[in-house]
């Protein structure tokens, strides 16, 4: 057992100052507001936790800032998708081993807690039978660099709404429910310590209504369930089309969508499917970099607000990786679409920087069924120490870590 002493500590209920913990096996076992410190403590001064990355596609790590180029003059998501295949057709086992052993590396330095790898690279270019291997790669390079890691094997098996077959440039992706369940079934005998396996459907183009039921009634009842939602207007378009329905709307009149969602890229809705998402207790997963570089559009967080919305942040395609960042970016696309500032924030918890850090870490330890919660008894004891010349309260170092460039930061696990 070993104690700390912070001075000033981001709990899930906000600012505590003279917080005393004591971390047994790396979790906390013992948590004092208002302590005085002991003489064996390990003496800290303004610390907060670190953050789950709720949604990675850890190979497009190899092509962060490589498509940063006009080769088409509507260059968009789907032109950028064209170049993606082109890397995930020349992936193999050792250059997603290399590629994910160092971008979770990166993870951990940027004080991440833990990754949701959304993972539908199966198929070996070389060996059409084997769905595995690629699997244990990334459990493998995770365990390497000690990331807590709940792999999200993604069914995949339409290149379209309506069923449509995959092109060919998809079919390293492809899975028959069959495999999957079979996939799953291996993976769980096989996890480590600090792994979690969770239920990952591409997404409503990529899998049928059915294909959903059928995994869900052969899965256990607690495993997080992760979908693409409504990331594209296009692909919302094709839905209606097809159903009548918004992608939302239509997960919904399907399924019951309850706290064990995760709907990342919400990021096309209407006032009825925020109102749906927020009272199932749902996560949005929002990805603000990544949504940003790829033109997405804007998650409409006003509304989701004051719905009391619950959300977690994924760094997704990696073109950078910094928690602190992705919270910039979400605040900052709220403040340009709507000319006004401190968008994020309420009025119990008017600090931009430490409203985001809470309710990130609460959404994505939801949805990242770890225990990564956050500075509380039983949740893994990894923090983040916030370090400037700065006479300030703590709640102004964070804003300053998430908005400029004052404050320096380490993550260390106790
Ligand atoms: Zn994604």
Known sequence: ????????????????????????????????????????????????????????????????????????????????????????????????????????????????????????????????????????????AAAEVGLNITLLPVLYAFAGVGKQPLLAKQKRFELSVSEYLNLLNQLHASLQSGQKLGICFHSLRAVSAKQIREVLENTPEDWPIHIHIAEQQAEVEALIQHTGLRPVEYLYSQFEVNQRWCLVHATHLNDQEIQMISNSNAVAGICPLTEANLGDGIFPMPAFIQQQGRFGIGSDSHIEINPAAELKMLEYSQRLFLQQRNVCCDAKLPHVGSWLWIQAVAGGSQIAAQPVGGITIGQQAGIITLQADLDQPPESMLDAYVFSDRVSAEALDL
């Open 1 to 140: 057992m070993n104690s700390y002493f912070f001075k000033s500590a981001l709990l899930p209920s906000g600012w505590q100052d003279n917080v005393r913990v004591e971390v047994t096996q790396g979790n906390y076992s013992h948590i004092e507001v208002g302590a005085n410190s002991q003489p064996q403590d390990q003496i800290m001064s303004v610390v907060i936790p670190q953050m789950p990355n709720i949604h990675s596609h850890v190979f497009q790590r190899a092509m962060a800032g490589l498509s940063e180029y006009r080769a088409n003059v509507n260059d968009d998501f789907w032109s950028w998708r064209d170049l993606m295949y082109r890397l995930a057709s020349e992936m193999e086992e050792a250059s997603l081993y290399e590629t994910a052993k160092r971008c979770y590396q990166e993870m951990k330095q940027a004080g991440y807690s833990s990754v949701c790898e959304f993972h539908y690279l199966h198929r070996n270019k070389n060996n059409h039978n084997d769905y595995l291997t690629h699997s244990k790669v990334i459990l493998k």
